[in-house]
């Protein structure tokens, strides 16, 4: 089994992907290869879940493995289990990297490989670093130590997501959304799910590999799920959309406040024993004010990667939901496709029968704007409340 | 010897030889009350003598000693003050001294009610006191009673939605509320609208962007585009503005789909203070759900817009206003 299994339905990236690493394979042997074959900066992008990250993961074993990415020597083994001495993975996750982190982690990229090979610096969501932590990448980037390789995440290319100057000096491997049979097929194989949930699980997750195995294992993922899909009947009103923006809102918090409060709580902890609060004797007024400080800018730190928690928790709650208006839209037209939530397909076919075409679509593209508007940093609870009433009016 | 009296404040008017009985915790309303009865003490008889005593601080003796006859006569006013701390044997003195009172003497006792000193307030009322209420002002309703009233004591005017504003920007303490009128009242003509509040409280964002929000959903389009002006003209950040607009909007739509009920039931069931809910009772007139789903729309672009999706920010906000008022006046697009 070669390191490309589990990267689910991308076919073109792993040609191109295979293709590079045998590229890269022939520079260690020290043969000439025909310029631009192997590339020092990748740019994977993708939508949420089509796997940027297993993908990017794979490559930097294929980049380590004398056999292109076989699967089952230690080098493939080490890379993809985050060990490999010469691959770095960085994961902003709202945590910003800082600067300084930054260039230690680009200087570390630029010694020699110990084994040999390469020095890999691997970026997930990239589009998450600071203005100031990206610049110093840039200047690796641009000028990149003849054995290294960047490999980084983005959901798109958009200048949003990445600076039009790292882009540019980037090869972009986009992805695609995966199949629903494919994503089931890696539930079951890889997670031992059993395949009438694994197929439930990939569908309602529509293409999200790591969403599909949460779905299947998590009940409280599947309470949350069934509640945003109860969502369109209990649009009965103008105050019944303003209580559904509500229960939305606080179960994304309550969601995010789950995943991340014990991690704050750990960091906080670590931090305090690392600076040793409570000291006293000579300078320890002075060492007092620093640690403030530095405890100060951890909890602001805390506290983005709680709203992008927030925001995420609440995306997939969107994403559930447009699947609901979508199967309602597929029923209306009577197009010959698999719904979405095949376990409410009733409820999205008999509001179709209810309402018009059009009104279906007007419905589905509410969702979508209110995606697009708390992506655009628009209060969520007002997009929200915007999006049911909306919703309810059709 | 008759002099003017007090016409509209019968209940603080000091008669002499008097013993008075100011009850209520509005601290800003029963200083008020004690110094008006001094003052009517002090305008019958103006060389009466003023002595002021934490009820707490006295002893017997003192006491014994003020209200005592006067060898010389001379008349004598003594205000206690914080009667409900006054100590076992002064609160005796004292309702020995209220059965049978001294021709020279005014006595003013001021108490915050409830359980503490009761003895002290129960005896004095049954043994005749005149009894002068401060009302508690808890009702959002009271308190704009309260700042109208105000202001039209020092001799100026105010609307209910001026003193709304100004609520809004002060906030709910009497005093600060107090001197906040006083001083609007002296800086200008004394006419106050939500524009002078506004003027005044700039630095309040809050303010500003409620004023604006305000006169959108009533459909006052002239008003709330000079409210938005001068917000932007003083450098008031549109984000805050587009939020309140928002905020408008949605206290409506929940308070108009909330049904009957009392502002504090309502408020009880929405999790929202009852003088919003009474305010938002008024503005939902003439609105309709379908009129309601547009205007959310519109605060919601406007969000958008402001949070950077838009070069002219202003205009954002403006188009909003036009927007809301314009959905109330069609009731909804559909
Ligand atoms: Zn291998």
């Given at each position: 089994m070669t390191v490309w299994a589990d990267l689910v339905g991308q076919d073109a990236a792993i040609e191109t992907l295979s293709r590079a690493a045998r590229a890269a394979r022939a520079v260690v042997d020290g043969e000439s290869v025909e310029p631009g074959a192997m590339t020092h900066a990748w740019l994977f992008t993708g939508p949420p879940g089509s796997g940027r990250s297993v993908a990017a993961r794979a490559f930097a074993a294929a980049l380590q493995c004398p056999d292109g990415g076989c699967g089952v020597c230690a080098a493939c083994h080490t890379t993809l289990g985050g060990t490999h001495a010469d691959v770095r993975f960085v994961v902003p996750e709202g945590l910003s990297i800082s600067v300084s982190e930054m260039r230690a982690l680009v200087l570390r990229a630029a010694s020699s490989p110990t084994q040999g090979r390469w020095q890999v610096l691997l970026v997930e969501?990239?589009?998450?670093?600071?203005e100031a932590a990206g610049n110093a990448l840039l200047k690796a980037v641009e000028e990149p130590p003849a054995r290294t390789v960047f490999l980084l995440c983005t959901p798109s290319t958009h200048p949003d997501d990445i600076s039009v100057t790292i882009r540019s000096r980037c090869r972009v491997v986009t992805l695609r959304q995966p199949p629903a049979e494919a994503v089931a097929e890696v539930l079951v194989r890889r997670d031992g799910i059993p395949p009438n949930v694994a197929t439930w699980a990939a569908s309602a997750a529509q293409g999200h590999v790591g969403r599909a195995r949460h779905l299947a294992r998590d009940p409280q993922a599947q309470s949350r799920r069934e509640a945003v899909l109860a969502v369109p009947r209990r649009l009965t009103g103008v105050g019944a959309c303003f209580d559904a923006a509500n229960a939305l809102i606080e179960a994304a918090e309550s969601e995010a406040a789950a995943s991340t409060s014990a991690v704050d709580a750990k960091e906080k902890a670590a931090l305090e024993t690392a600076l040793g609060a409570g000291g006293t004797g000579k300078g320890a007024a002075g060492a007092a004010r620093g640690t403030k400080g530095q405890i100060t800018d951890l909890e602001r730190r805390q506290k983005t990667r709680a709203t992008r928690s927030q925001r995420d928790a609440l995306d997939r709650a969107l994403v559930d939901l447009a699947g609901f208006y979508r199967d309602a839209l597929v029923s209306s037209v009577g197009a010959p496709v698999a719904p979405v939530h095949a376990d409410v397909a009733g409820q999205s076919a008999a509001a179709a029968r209810r309402w018009s075409p059009e009104s279906t679509l007007r419905r589905l593209e509410a969702v979508l704007e209110c995606r697009a508007a708390i992506d655009a940093n628009v209060k969520p609870r007002i997009a929200v409340e915007a999006m049911m009433l909306a919703l309810w009016r059709g | 010897m008759s002099r003017p009296r007090h016409p509209w404040h019968d209940g603080a008017m000091a008669d002499r030889n008097a013993v008075h009985l100011v009850l209520g915790d509005e601290e800003l309303l029963a200083a008020r009350a004690v110094g008006d009865l001094v003052a009517a003490a002090r305008a019958a008889e103006p060389d009466a003598e003023l002595r002021q005593y934490m009820a707490g601080e006295l002893v017997a003796g003192e006491l014994a000693e003020m209200l005592s006859p006067s060898l010389f006569g001379g008349a004598r006013v003594l205000v206690l003050r914080s009667g409900q701390d006054a100590k076992k044997d002064v609160i005796a003195a004292l309702l020995a001294y209220a059965k049978s009172p001294d021709d020279d003497v005014t006595l003013i006792v001021q108490h915050v009610g409830g359980a503490k000193g009761k003895a002290l307030s129960d005896g004095l009322k049954s043994a005749g006191a005149k009894v002068a209420t401060v009302p508690k002002i808890s009702r959002p309703r009271e308190r704009v009673d309260f700042v109208t009233s105000e202001v039209r004591r020092l001799g100026g005017k105010a609307g209910d939605a001026a003193a709304e504003a100004l609520i809004a920007a002060v906030g709910n303490d009497l005093r600060e509320l107090a001197s906040a009128c006083s001083q609007l009242v002296a800086d200008t003509d004394g006419n106050i609208d939500v524009r002078t509040v506004s003027r005044y409280y700039k630095g309040r964002a809050e303010v500003s962007g409620f004023n604006v929000a305000d006169a959108a959903l009533v459909g006052d389009v002239s008003g709330a585009l000079e409210a938005l002006r001068w917000a932007l003209h003083i450098g008031v950040d549109p984000v805050p503005i587009a939020d309140a607009i928002a905020d408008g909007v949605r206290t409506v739509a929940r308070v108009a789909s909330a049904?009957?009920?009392s502002a504090y039931q309502i408020a009880g069931n929405l999790g929202m203070p009852p003088w919003k809910v009474e305010r938002a009772q008024r503005q939902a007139r003439g609105w309709t759900p379908d009129a309601l789903v547009d205007a959310m729309q519109a605060a919601a672009e406007c969000n958008a817009a402001v949070k950077?999706?838009?070069?002219d920010r202003a205009y954002a906000l403006e188009r909003a206003v036009f927007a809301v008022a314009a959905a109330r006046q069609g009731g909804g697009a559909r």
């Open positions: 969501d990239a589009d998450r670093l600071t | 049904g009957r009920g950077g999706g838009s070069d």
